[in-house]
């Protein structure tokens, strides 16, 4: 006779619920490390009890508050931020420089107002996605590379439309020149970014007990390098398509 199956942690712990508590606990500053052992913890009570999640423990949201109440953040501070978005912003700059000087119609690339002005903005741009990347780093990989995307997208935009509307030129740099200072930030900046992963990563991903910890440091630097290499890949995209652009319009004149 047929013994009853019984339910499997996975089927007792919807995804949707687990993925809900692990952004509700970083959103608290718990670390990577912590976060696998509450999964851990949920799938064997549940295997235990015979109880789905959402029984067992409620509003994921509210479990994580029960969890966290009384605890001491372990995430880093503004002022680490502060140096790391320093660094980043070498990149954002870089980035601009590159993208300015092969979209520019004239000999050179012409530094404005709204241009200078963005530098502050930028910075405060990039202690954002700074702060979002260190907030969603363990929920999911996919997630977090949006997240980060999608700030970086935000702030360029928000940076160009300083330097479109703020058009009073300051100096004007030869495109030559400009596009080589630009390139040179920016790989340099990776090339620093993926140094610095290979010997002390930064990624605070969620791994279970019982983790491999040769494994878990070989996805911190994949992530961080990943990350080092962002800037330069959004200067490929773009260069790509101002050139491609520019080939349109060549032919429709």
């Known amino acids: 006779m047929n013994e009853p199956e019984t339910a499997r942690p996975e089927n007792l712990v919807p995804p949707a619920w687990?993925?809900?508590?692990?952004?509700?606990?970083?959103?608290?500053d718990v670390t990577g490390a912590r976060i696998g052992d509450i999964l851990a913890e949920v799938d064997e009570f549940c295997a235990d009890a015979g109880l789905d999640a959402p029984t067992a423990f409620g509003a994921p949201v509210e479990y994580a508050r029960e969890l966290t109440t009384g605890s001491t953040p372990t995430r880093t501070g503004l002022l680490d931020d502060l140096?790391?978005?320093?660094?980043?912003?070498?990149?954002?700059?870089?980035?601009?420089?590159?993208?300015?000087?092969?979209?520019?119609?004239?000999p050179g690339l012409v530094v404005t107002v709204g241009w200078v002005l963005a530098l502050p903005f930028l910075l405060a741009a990039t202690i954002v996605t700074v702060r979002a990347a260190g907030r969603t780093g363990g929920h999911g990989g996919w997630s977090t590379r949006v997240t980060v995307v999608l700030v970086v997208a935000g702030s360029l935009a928000g940076a160009v439309t300083l330097g479109l509307v703020l058009d009073t030129p300051v100096a004007t740099v030869p495109d030559g020149l400009a596009a080589a200072v630009g390139v040179t930030l920016l790989v340099g900046d990776a090339v620093i970014g993926t140094v610095r992963a290979r010997r002390r990563p930064t990624a605070d991903l969620v791994t279970e007990p019982g983790t491999d910890p040769v494994e878990v440091r070989r996805r911190n630097v994949r992530a961080d390098t990943l990350t080092a290499w962002l800037l330069p890949g959004f200067a490929v995209v773009g260069v790509a398509v101002l050139l491609a652009l520019d080939a349109l319009l060549d032919r429709v004149a």
């Open 18 to 28: 687990r993925d809900e508590l692990v952004l509700a606990l970083r959103l608290r």
């Open 83 to 106: 140096r790391t978005a320093g660094r980043v912003l070498v990149g954002f700059v870089g980035l601009m420089v590159v993208l300015g000087s092969v979209g520019t119609d004239g």
